[in-house]
């Protein structure tokens, strides 16, 4: 049978909300465990999962998953006493040692005081009975290269190869929000740094066919269903936009298109917000990235809604981004030859530092608010992701 040790993450520093937090951690994991056969128990701070042999491959693709957990790891267990401890370090030791392993570190906690022998008498018995039996290994106290854990609970548990979690908060501890999803690169990282923040997401995706192909839309539904295995699932909203961009390209000059565009997008991001209980907007914007994205154009683009907007990107560089878009799997959808409508309608040269107040003028005569509902009332609805 295969076991798994989890550790919870950032949550362990809430207060008296705490048990409010592991509450919707261990909701979340029991959903995303359906499926695997997997059981789950909580243990004073720790997650044990319990599985067949034949399900460890799908517990661990959905452990590498999950947000909220610090870190997890196959472990042994075996009866609170010394002789089963050390058989059962010893064991853990030659398995790392047949791994190429030659130096390691020993740690113990000790959370039933009952037991015979304090954390540090743990150390040093088991360090002996390991130095006896595989006298190639050595111990490395600073920068150990792996360390054997060793926790007395109800019983004993040890274990030493630690996968690291994705941290943060689990998902839905921090409210609902409405993410702006483009085909590009940034949008999908954008939604992911605030799942990590306990953000339940859905997403809105503007379509405007048949400037943007069929193809451009369902490299958006693709990357919303690798983000909904984060966040357990995630509701694509598509707006078919074509109108409201033709009124723009029809009344306003054509350096302002991008940024009125934008302005458009928000408005409408936060008519369907108000429908679906989220509390704010996600972009994946990044100051200076491209024209759009001066710190004039985005009090620009933002003054259509009166929700607060995230941007989880906005200080990091182009590089940082692509790193987390290939960490968690976004990266090879984003980069397909398929542009969004933003891209196709950009003009050659767009107004960089748009005046604030010539912009409300431009946007008012280009009177879009009753295409804009219309737009809003024809979206179509996908559930992607985890579950479907």
Known sequence: ?????IKPGELTLKGNNRKEFEGILKR????????????????EGRYFVRCSEEQEKAVEGV????????????ARFCEKNMEALIATAVEEARDLASQGYRTYKLEARRSDKSFPLDSYGIVCA???????????LTVQVQNPPIVIHIEVRERVYVYSLTHQ??????VGSAGRGLLLLSGGIDSPVAGYLMACRGMKLDSIYFHAYPYTSEEAQRKVARLAEILGSYTLGMRLFTIPFTAVQLRIKERAPDAWTTVLLRMAMMEAADRL?????????VTGESLSQVASQTIENIRCTESTTVLPVLRPLIGLDKEETIRLAREIGTYDVSILPYEDCCVLFSPV?????APYDEARDLYAACELQGLIEEAVRNKKVEKLGYPS
């Open 126 to 136: 088991v360090g002996e009975e390991i130095r006896k039996a595989l006298p190639e």
């Open 165 to 170: 979690g994705r941290r943060g908060l689990p």
């Open 273 to 281: 917000a108000s429908t679906i209980d989220a509390r704010a907007l």
């Open 1 to 5: 049978m295969g076991l798994y040790l």
């Open 28 to 43: 979340n994991m029991v959903t995303m465990l359906r499926g695997t056969g997997a059981s789950l128990n909580l243990t």
């Open 349 to 353: 040269h767009p107004i960089i530092h």
């Open 63 to 74: 452990l590498n998953r999950i947000i909220g957990i610090a870190g997890w790891a196959r």
